[in-house]
């Protein structure tokens, strides 16, 4: 609560006729004469003592008002006396409604006179009902009228203008007085309320009663540190039981909770790594460049805590079970990013293996099922970007989504077991579902369902893993169309110099490969598709793009002509028409797509329509979605600067009509302008319609490339240009997404430029949506479906004739 509405500070900063006042002298009548901001000490004239009777006599007022003394944004001092407030006559306020006034005047006028002349006698107004009824009315519409406002109800109630203007502070200073009041008395019969239950609470610890016998569990009186100690030997007792009966699960036999209590105490410690007995000083030597290893020494997530309402050990039996999983996931992740771990083999090509006899010797995840392959990589890289900074973006859904928004298709925060120790994200541990995807109609999405932990291992060293819920069940996929598990993944960060991280990434899944067509079953065995180099590949791209978009807003070599708000404006609108792009490629559960089947439609093309309706950022009717992808002999690299350069856009695209283009408008996302955003137009010598321009976006990195464009009128796009909301431009995305790979016995087209880079050519994933029709309610028909796959057919044609890989 703040003492803000018993002095108002809305006012000048004149302070009276050279003397303090006291502030029941003020408050109803003139509160403009208050200071705005921080308060200084009240004084008093020694002339001008407070009677006794106005003291405050409530000792609960008194009480709200030390406590609030030093935490109040009004800053009082320290010598601050509450019983000037007990001049405010609470029935003087009700009674005057803030009508009253003298002579129109504030307190400045009163008190204006020289010092040594006696002040003159204050002769009081009240205003007429008709007017105090005209001045509630207009003060419910506009409590803070202007200047105008004041001098035509001045004029029309017959009145000056400082009365007006005197009469709206008091009415102001009048409800926040109300206001006040009222939530005082709430905080009191809360203070009473908790005071209540404090006695009670101390009445159960004095006489405490046992719950067989009903009679007193403990004669005489304890101490509350023995109180204490009874209540943690109980917790202990029940993590013992909790312990043994999850080293039952693990290794198949009973082991009795009392009998050995100190081996299946070891035994509990050394399979989390994260128990009290491991705090003593035993460390993790993961071969991070961090001296003697990653301690352990850091306290362990609060397993009782982690339930909010719960009392004592009642920790329901589904959430201990998520945190006993969480555990064990991060103790295998730190065993498998240890750099001499001999889980991993090195192949020729210096990437690592994972071994799966030694995983499975020590490992206790259940069996895979039988139609599911392994995939596993570990990478690491340097970021610009702190430890702690990376981890908020780990744990935050909708960040994790957007940075990754060609790998995560859709991610979401099912429920929150805990939220993590002393405000931060140390042993956080949230239930999350996420969408995996590859931008491919090719590979099905990867539906997960997994729990998220993070740990802090020491200073400036944070642990993220994932895990999939149903890791322990063996034999089969409990969900058949869920078809992956996510076994322990997730990164170890290290803080470096300068402000950067290292971060070392492990991605281990297993997934059904009979659901995955065979050109890309290579590609997903060695992890181009969904492993560890393509996470770190991302994120590195990610951030050094944020870091060149930063520096160049503050350099003077900035020669797009677009202010800071405007690029803003574009990049989200790129932003989201990369998503949209993205979405109508892999089916994902973010947008409503229906899959249509048509007999003259190859089954690698995946044809998708849905309705779009009431939605600003798209034109309304029906939109076809049409995809698939194709292996071309030439490297990715070139296919890529082959398809973003203006230049070359005429040889492929149909629509343009042969017409060259040129770029107007470019915002640079990285070094080298492959990272970027842009507007190309038609040439205006040849352009027919000069009302239609082209958003592009751009980018690559070591895990593959994109080129998104789309078509949107020159007037919208002005708007976003000046910093407009770009929610409101509706636009259909169509592109190239470019991966490295292909199927094995393929080599690369080696001519002039063509730049191999050893790989058996890449794999061109080729999308268009198209509006077929303005109507919601019109049916889609097979010559549409085929205009538009003849399109495609054509597209690729040309591409690949172009690049004379036909």
């Not at 300068?498 to 065979?518: A, F, L, M, R």
């Not at 470019?738 to 794999?763: A, F, M, R, T």
Request: aromatic share 6%; with cysteine.
């Amino acid at each position: 609560m703040s003492l803000g509405g018993l002095i108002s500070s809305s006012g000048g900063g004149n302070s009276g006729g050279g003397r303090a006042r006291v502030v029941a002298e003020i408050a109803p009548h003139a509160p403009s004469l208050m200071p705005s901001g921080t308060i200084a000490h009240p004084r008093f004239h020694p002339s001008s003592p407070i009677p006794n009777s106005m003291q405050i006599s409530s000792s609960a007022l008194s009480l709200s008002i030390q406590k609030m003394d030093g935490h109040s944004e009004l800053g009082f001092a320290e010598n601050f006396d509450p019983g000037i407030i007990g001049r405010l006559r609470d029935d003087e306020y009700e009674s005057r409604s803030g009508s009253d006034n003298f002579e129109g005047a504030s307190g400045d006028d009163q008190d204006g006179g020289g010092g040594d002349q006696p002040p003159r006698k204050k002769k009081y107004h009240r205003h007429t009902p008709n007017q105090i009824q005209e001045l509630e009315n207009f003060f419910k519409e506009c409590p803070h009228p202007d200047e105008k406002q004041r001098s035509e109800l001045s004029r029309r109630l017959s009145l000056e203008t400082k009365q007006v203007k005197f009469w709206f502070q008091n009415r102001r200073t009048q409800m926040k007085t109300q206001l006040e009041r009222h939530e005082n008395i709430i905080l009191r019969q809360e203070n009473d309320k908790l005071r209540a239950e404090n006695g009670v609470i101390k009445d159960a610890m004095s006489n405490p009663v046992c719950n067989n016998c009903g009679g007193p569990a403990i004669p005489g009186q304890i101490s509350f540190e023995e109180h204490q100690l009874r209540i943690e030997n109980a917790r202990l007792k029940d993590e013992l039981n909790r312990i043994c009966t999850l080293t039952n699960k693990f290794l198949g036999r009973p082991i009795s909770s009392l009998g050995n209590a100190s081996s299946c105490l070891e035994l509990g410690v050394g399979r989390t790594g994260m128990g009290g007995m491991s705090a003593v000083g035993a460390e993790l030597p993961l071969g991070l460049d961090l001296g003697d290893g990653i301690s352990s020494s850091s306290p362990m997530m609060p397993l009782v805590k982690t339930c909010s309402g719960m009392m004592g050990n009642e920790v329901p039996f589904e959430r201990s079970m998520y945190i006993d999983l969480a555990l064990a996931a991060m103790d295998e992740l730190v065993k498998m990013a240890q750099v001499d771990s001999p889980l991993w083999i090195k192949s020729s090509d210096g990437t690592d293996i994972l071994n799966l006899e030694e995983y499975r010797a020590f490992s206790c995840i259940g069996m895979k099922p039988s139609s599911f392959v392994t995939e596993a990589t570990r990478d690491t890289c340097v970021i610009l970007l702190n430890s702690l900074a990376l981890v908020e973006t780990l744990m935050d859904a909708n960040r994790w989504a957007e940075m990754f928004q060609c790998l995560v298709a859709r991610a979401s925060t099912i429920d929150m077991i805990s939220n993590g120790m002393g405000g931060t994200r140390n042993g956080a541990l949230q239930l999350m579902h996420a969408e995996l995807q590859m931008l491919s109609p090719l590979v099905p999405v990867r539906p997960l369902k997994f729990l998220r932990f993070c740990k802090q291992h020491a200073e400036g060293v944070w642990a993220v893993v994932d895990v999939s819920l149903d890791i322990n069940q063996e034999g089969s996929n409990t969900n058949p169309f869920w078809n992956c598990r996510r076994l322990p993944s997730g990164c170890i960060v290290q803080d470096m110099p300068n402000n950067c991280s290292k971060v070392t990434w492990i991605e281990h899944t297993e997934y059904d490969e009979n659901v995955v067509h065979h050109l890309f079953r290579q590609s997903l065995r060695s992890g181009t598709g969904f492993g560890a180099h393509r996470w770190l590949a991302t994120l590195q791209r990610q951030f050094e793009s944020l870091a060149f978009l930063i520096s160049s807003a503050n350099s003077s070599e900035d020669h797009s002509g677009i202010g800071v708000n405007g690029k803003k404006s574009m990049l989200k609108l790129a932003q989201r028409m990369v998503d949209n792009f993205c979405a109508g490629i892999s089916a994902s559960s973010v947008r409503k797509w229906d899959k249509l089947c048509f007999e003259n439609v190859s089954e690698d093309t995946r044809v998708m329509a849905r309705k779009s309706m009431n939605d600003p950022g798209e034109p309304p009717g029906i939109v076809l979605s049409v995809a698939t992808t194709v292996w071309v002999p030439v490297s990715r690299h070139r296919v890529f600067e082959f398809l973003r350069d203006e230049q070359f856009r005429k040889e492929w695209d149909i629509l343009s009509s042969n017409v060259p283009m040129q770029r107007i408008v470019q915002i640079a996302k990285g070094q080298g302008g492959a990272n970027s955003v842009s507007l190309l137009r038609a040439n205006e010598t040849n352009a027919n319609d000069s009302n239609m321009l082209i958003l592009q976006e751009t980018w690559t990195d070591p895990s593959g490339s994109l080129v998104v464009y789309a078509p949107v009128d020159t007037e919208s796009i002005n708007v976003v240009m000046r910093g407009g909301d770009s929610a409101y431009v509706a636009l259909l995305p169509s592109g190239f997404a470019i991966l490295p790979g292909g199927p094995p016995g393929y080599e690369v087209v080696k001519s002039e430029g063509n730049g191999s880079d050893g790989s058996n050519g890449c794999l061109l994933t080729v999308a268009f949506q198209i509006l077929v029709s303005s109507l919601p309610t019109a049916k889609i028909n097979m010559e549409s479906v085929e205009t538009v796959s003849t399109l495609i057919s054509c597209t690729i044609q040309k591409i690949k004739s172009s690049l004379q890989a036909a």
